[in-house]
């Protein structure tokens, strides 16, 4: 044994009697939870060393030292934005974006982005600490998406992105009845020079997307899909949903005709996936945006 122990449950203190690296030293006194997270009360800055937090796994400790961990310790966070943190582990941060919120920069150093604020939140516990983007949602849509904390993760999640994902559904308010109750819309998506993706006339002329969608409810005005993403192409929903004859509510750039409810009328409802580490099956659900229930609420009955 390296150290001696003092202190209450929730606050332990270790006096160093030898010679040991940090995380090696916290693997053998803590002994009731898993590797990453004992790693993650190193990230969270919950680990101290002479009353100093101690990120670095590696550290060094010396006898006489004393090690303290604080698991009711609470990092200081900056308030988010337009977005809300609903897991993080020492892989992967999962958020809830509102609609209006950017995913990444488009060039301008001062956008308030989802990046953005969470590279400063990872940073509180170490200024080295970087996030990477996995996947992204368009500036008006809403919902769960996912960020890489290394860039072993994100090459690891893009790689075998299909068959890591088990599902990824949207929810998508539409303009008009939609009558068929289920449907498979499948086709071959270009750009245009001015950056508008539109479906090829000709098989095998360009990227290939297949979108499922089904009926959840509808009157005469709009109507409100599940939609299943077989294939993750940019603007992939928006462009099927005009193809069958239903843009998405306020999609002006893909014929819609209607600005209902404010935004986009499109949200990123489930995000279930294997984790890349544990191989936990993990899954984070979104509420349908109650406006969207509103608008497809079917017309009373007398």
Do not use: C
């Amino acid at each position: 044994m390296t150290a001696k122990a003092k202190g209450q449950a929730a606050v332990k203190s270790y006096s160093i009697i030898e010679p040991a690296e940090l995380l090696p030293f916290l693997l053998s006194v803590i002994t009731n939870k898993g590797r990453n997270s004992v790693k993650s009360l190193l990230t969270r800055g919950q680990v101290s060393v002479n009353g100093k937090p101690i990120t670095r796994h590696n550290f060094q400790l010396h006898p006489g030292q004393t090690v303290t961990i604080d698991q009711e310790k609470q990092v200081q966070a900056k308030e988010m934005t337009l977005l809300t943190i609903v897991h993080e582990d020492d892989d992967l941060i999962i958020i809830q974006k509102d609609a209006g919120l950017l995913s990444i920069a488009t060039g301008e150093d001062n956008e308030l982005t989802a990046y953005r604020q969470l590279m400063e939140h990872v940073r509180l516990t170490n200024p080295r600490n970087r996030i990477y983007v996995v996947h992204r949602l368009d500036r008006d849509t809403s919902g769960v998406m996912m960020f890489a904390k290394s860039e072993a993760i994100q090459q690891k999640l893009q790689n075998t992105w299909k068959e890591t994902v088990k599902e990824r559904s949207y929810v998508a308010l539409v303009e008009g009845a939609v009558k068929k109750a289920e449907g498979t819309i499948s086709s071959w998506l270009k750009e245009t020079s001015t950056l508008k993706m539109y479906s090829s006339p000709h098989e095998g002329d360009g990227l290939h997307a297949i979108t499922h969608y089904k009926l959840i409810q509808a009157n005469r005005h709009f109507s409100l899909l599940e939609v299943q993403l077989e294939t993750g192409r940019k603007n992939q929903i928006r462009v099927h949903m005009a193809d069958i004859g239903h843009p998405i509510a306020g999609d002006k750039k893909y014929g819609a005709e209607t600005k209902a409810v404010g935004r986009l009328g499109l949200h990123a409802r489930v995000l279930s996936f294997v984790h890349p580490t544990s191989g936990e099956l993990l899954t984070f659900e979104s509420a349908i945006p109650k406006t969207f229930l509103k608008y497809t609420a079917p017309a009373p009955t007398n």
